[in-house]
């Protein structure tokens, strides 16, 4: 999902630069670029936001600056980790504005709804269950994954309805009636991406999924 800054009030922009700004600081700061030092490694890392670009590139217009499309952020989360996963989908939605596909004001507001906060909530979930959950192969797809893809989903919509309810850009009507009453049908598809992909990585290539480990969720079990 992205929005445009012609949705907010210009403090609202300001106010989403402020907390992303720090946010991609500890991004920068905590990232495990030793990871990246192995070729392959960069060229998954780079090959995921390729992929993310196009996939955001497919997007409908739910409402007049209001862009829905797949995230993947929580396959690009699992994969690399928090900071990494910052970091990469900040550079691709700098390449979305840079091919005029949003405005440069929606840059802020959509780079915290949209990559900062579903990256922190997937590594939060991936944090309860590594804590609280069976340590099992199914546990880490059908958990981590498949319901974080949907939360992620449910998350990023109310934050969303949320903002543009403050903001009076949209009536709750309008929202309800272009948005919300699809949004049943949107969160499938975005549960089912992350868990599949999710699903054929650990099962086929586990050194890409940096979250997983054989030795912890496969052997022995």
Known sequence: ????????????????????????????????????????????????????????????????????????????????????????????????????????SGYFPSVMLCVVIPAAITQVVLGLVRAYAPKHFFVFVLVNAFLAGGLVFVLMAGLITGGLL???????????????????MMLFPESMLNGWIVAILVGFKPHWVGSFSDEEYVQGK
């Open 1 to 104: 999902m992205e929005l445009s800054g012609n949705l907010f009030a210009p403090f609202w922009p300001l106010l989403f630069a402020a907390l992303f700004f720090p946010s991609l600081w500890y991004a920068l700061r905590w990232a495990d670029w030793g990871r990246l030092g192995e070729r392959y490694q960069q060229h998954v890392y780079l090959g995921a936001m390729v992929c993310l670009f196009f996939l955001w590139n497919m997007r409908v217009e739910m409402v007049p600056g209001f862009f829905w499309h797949l995230s993947g952020m929580v396959t690009i989360t699992l994969m690399f980790g928090w900071s990494l996963a910052v970091v990469g989908g900040s550079v691709v939605l700098l390449g979305i504005v840079v091919t005029g596909l949003n405005d440069w």
């Open 166 to 184: 403050l903001s009076g850009s949209y009536s709750w009507a309008e929202l309800q009636h272009n948005f919300l009453s699809l949004a049943p």
